[in-house]
């Protein structure tokens, strides 16, 4: 039946945006990539290749919910083990925490790094513009602060987690609201949850004018095109926002300097053929003149969030191998905090 409505936004395979402010976010480019965009249901008390996952409510108001990852304990794991606040991807526009490309990264990554892993259903654009993502984020923390403090109950997180090594770690646009929450929660006292590190993968920095890396349209891949950046930013920033916006140009003059955050250590994820790698090294290298604790991980040969590519890690050697290094780096970094 014809409801009606009429596309007038149209993003690849990802998003249809209709003229009364509604939006489609079921897949409809390639079949064989349809999987990766697929809700993968909790497995509840069940460990399935030795991780158990649930969904928690955590504020039916919004209503504002996570995924919980816990690996299956180790005789030589730590009676507690940190947690990775994940912020997912997708322009800030798409995207679920339950998609099977985030379900089959990230169990595999809290096995690996011996963690816990909770990861944000926020609100999207553009039913929901920027700043909406960066709060539910915020709200996140503030959650595991309420369960440190004892306030709150999560049996899957109370006495199996260590709040004192909390991490924030995020994908594409889930790497710039690791940069906001951060850079939010700096001046407050969190006791007895600490800040122990921040991991922002691939983040979406850019500025209004386009960088080398961008025009390299060799770059481009199914998780990227100029197109999807540019619709994408266009449906989530606030309204009259160019690129240059704090939230996805943070070393530009539109906020704060970076020097005057407070910010954790920093682990910043880039690869050799990511559209954005230009201004994301533009980036590292303004928190390293701003005297920030920051460290580099640069997957070489693999494009903007390979590693979220299932047919790519099974298939592509390069690929493989440099999903096992992104693993590693995360992992070292997380002991190390």
């Known amino acids: 039946m014809d409801s009606g409505k009429k596309v007038v936004e149209n993003v690849s395979g990802w998003l249809r945006v209709f003229d009364d402010g509604s939006a489609d976010r079921s897949w409809i480019g390639p079949k064989e990539f349809e999987f990766l965009a697929?809700?993968?249901?909790?497995?509840?008390?069940?460990?399935?290749?030795?991780?158990?996952t649930r969904d928690v409510?955590?504020?039916?108001?919004?209503?504002?919910?996570?995924?919980?990852?816990?690996?299956?304990?180790?005789?030589?794991?730590?009676?507690?083990?940190?947690?990775?606040?994940?912020?997912?991807?997708?322009?800030?526009?798409?995207?679920?925490?339950?998609?099977?490309?985030?379900?089959?990264?990230?169990?595999r990554l809290v096995k690996s790094a011996r963690a816990i892993c909770v990861s944000v259903e926020m609100r999207l654009a553009p039913e929901h513009r920027l700043p909406a993502a960066v709060d539910d984020c915020y709200s996140a923390l503030m959650w595991l602060r309420s369960l440190a403090l004892g306030e709150l109950t999560e049996p899957w997180l109370g006495a199996n987690s260590d709040f004192s090594r909390v991490f924030l770690i995020g994908?594409?646009?889930?790497?710039?609201?690791?940069?906001?929450?951060?850079?939010?929660?700096?001046?407050?006292?969190?006791?007895p949850l600490r800040l122990a590190g921040a991991v922002p993968i691939h983040p979406g920095f850019v500025r209004a004018e386009r960088s080398g890396s961008e025009l390299r349209i060799e770059y481009e891949t199914p998780f990227l095109t100029l197109d999807m950046l540019d619709k994408f930013l266009a449906l989530a920033l606030p309204p009259g926002s160019t690129k240059d916006h704090p939230i996805t140009c943070p070393m530009g003059p539109g906020g704060p300097p970076l020097a005057d955050?407070?910010?954790?250590?920093?682990?910043?994820?880039?690869?050799?053929?990511?559209?954005?790698?230009?201004?994301?090294?533009?980036?590292?290298?303004?928190?390293?003149?701003?005297?920030?604790?920051?460290?580099?991980?640069?997957?070489?040969?693999?494009?903007?969030?390979?590693?979220?590519?299932?047919?790519?890690?099974?298939?592509?050697?390069?690929?493989?191998?440099?999903?096992?290094?992104?693993?590693?780096?995360?992992?070292?970094?997380?002991?190390?905090?």
């Open 38 to 52: 697929t809700p993968v249901p909790p497995s509840g008390d069940q460990f399935v290749d030795g991780v158990a």
């Open 57 to 107: 409510m955590i504020d039916p108001k919004s209503p504002l919910s996570v995924r919980i990852y816990v690996p299956e304990k180790q005789p030589d794991d730590d009676p507690k083990l940190p947690i990775l606040l994940h912020f997912h991807g997708g322009g800030f526009c798409i995207s679920r925490a339950s998609w099977y490309m985030y379900y089959h990264f990230y169990t």
């Open 171 to 191: 994908d594409s646009s889930g790497g710039n609201l690791v940069q906001e929450v951060a850079a939010r929660a700096g001046p407050e006292d969190w006791t």
């Open 261 to 337: 955050l407070l910010l954790p250590p920093f682990l910043v994820v880039v690869a050799e053929n990511d559209l954005m790698r230009d201004t994301e090294m533009e980036y590292i290298e303004e928190m390293k003149k701003a005297r920030k604790d920051v460290e580099v991980a640069d997957n070489q040969g693999v494009g903007h969030c390979f590693y979220l590519n299932k047919i790519a890690v099974d298939l592509d050697p390069i690929t493989a191998v440099q999903t096992e290094s992104l693993i590693s780096a995360i992992s070292d970094f997380v002991r190390r905090h």
